[in-house]
């Protein structure tokens, strides 16, 4: 490990990718998302700049996430996407190219995690090392890891769902799902498509789960304005629509993710879910931060779970504790080049 290599931790994630750097903490958090040109094929923006054009883009440009349930859908975007991303919390005069670890689920498969590596070594990264999300996100969550307890952690981001008991340092029981905030959106959509007549994008059904949204029914309901275009008459129109309208529209891909968390239950050795009972579920991830999710996590499991601090960034800090302590860690990075 050279002492001038700059290091980088990269949560790349379906939703958002984040970047952290030892000693100055989260540097970026941006959509994963690019703008490309079709006709050259030339990468326009990243991140933010282009996230506001989706949806809005004129014809010959292509707004698309190049990462699908958290894996790389498309190898050359995500390349540039990294690059992009690498040199920004560099800046452009960084002599000395950076050990970057870049966060994967825990279901990937050999060619998914060697695409990564690739990516990111294209990308300009010197070494290149993964380790899985689960692992990360409960060390971001300050729970201890290599201790002999069983420990349970769910992240929940834009594309998947990763559920994992981890004990000793290593992953025990795991399962990933590719529903998450995403799917929830999609719902959110065909809901107000099917009972108001009405067609919104991606950007106005993340807006309603984040303002009103909810894992369980409320007493005291929160309401807000959607607008969007009438399929029938093609102009724009808006409607009211409530919380629990909402947890109707949502429940089927949360049983999807409450079952999941079932699967690894199911599968934890007796010792480890008495721990688990004990210190409960911690969920981290985006996702995680839909309102009473953790309440709903407990009425079907029976285990208690609590939501970890700032969840959106578990993962990053992960991989800035992990390129502090390498050496220690070293079991559980999977591999570098």
């Known amino acids: 490990m050279n002492i001038f290599s700059p290091r980088l931790g990269i949560d790349l994630g379906t939703a958002n990718t984040l970047v952290f750097v030892p000693n100055k903490g989260i540097v970026l958090n941006e959509p994963s998302v690019v703008a490309i040109s079709e006709v050259d094929r030339k990468v326009l923006a990243v991140g933010n700049e282009a996230k506001e054009m989706i949806g809005r883009t004129p014809d010959g440009i292509v707004a698309y996430r190049p990462m699908k349930d958290g894996v790389i859908a498309d190898y050359r975007v995500t390349e540039a996407m990294l690059r992009y991303f690498i040199d920004r919390a560099l800046g452009k005069f960084s002599f000395f190219k950076p050990d970057v670890m870049v966060s994967v689920p825990a279901s990937i498969t050999s060619t998914e995690r ?12 010197k070494n290149a090392y993964v380790i899985k999300e689960p692992i990360l996100a409960a060390i971001g969550a300050g729970i201890p890891i290599q201790e002999a307890k069983g420990h349970m952690v769910t992240d929940i981001g834009g594309g998947t769902t990763d559920v994992a008991v981890i004990s000793l340092g290593g992953i025990v029981s795991s399962t990933s799902v590719k529903v ?14 099917k009972t108001f007549n009405l067609a919104i994008g991606d950007h106005m059904a993340e807006i309603i789960k984040i303002t009103i949204g909810s894992a369980i029914p ?3 309901e929160l309401a807000m304005i959607v607008k969007g275009r009438d399929f029938i008459s093609g102009l724009p129109r808006s409607t009211e629509i409530k919380t629990n309208e909402i947890v109707k529209a949502i429940a089927a891909p949360l049983r999807d993710m409450i079952k999941a968390i079932k699967d690894v239950l199911q599968e934890t050795p007796p010792e480890l879910a008495a721990d688990i009972i004990d210190q409960g579920i911690i969920m981290t991830g985006g996702s995680s931060m839909l309102r009473n999710l953790p309440e709903l996590v407990f009425r079907r499991t029976g285990v208690k779970a609590s939501l970890a601090d700032e969840p959106l960034l578990c993962v990053a800090k992960g991989t800035g504790i992990v390129l502090d302590h390498l050496e220690s860690y070293k079991k559980t990075i999977i591999s570098k080049r």
Do not use: F, H, P, S
Request: no cysteine.
């Open 114 to 125: 060697r695409a990564v590596i690739e990516a990111a070594i294209r990308a300009g990264a």
């Open 180 to 193: 998450a905030g995403n799917k929830l959106d999609a719902a959110i959509a065909d809901y107000v498509k």
């Open 218 to 220: 409320l007493d005291q």
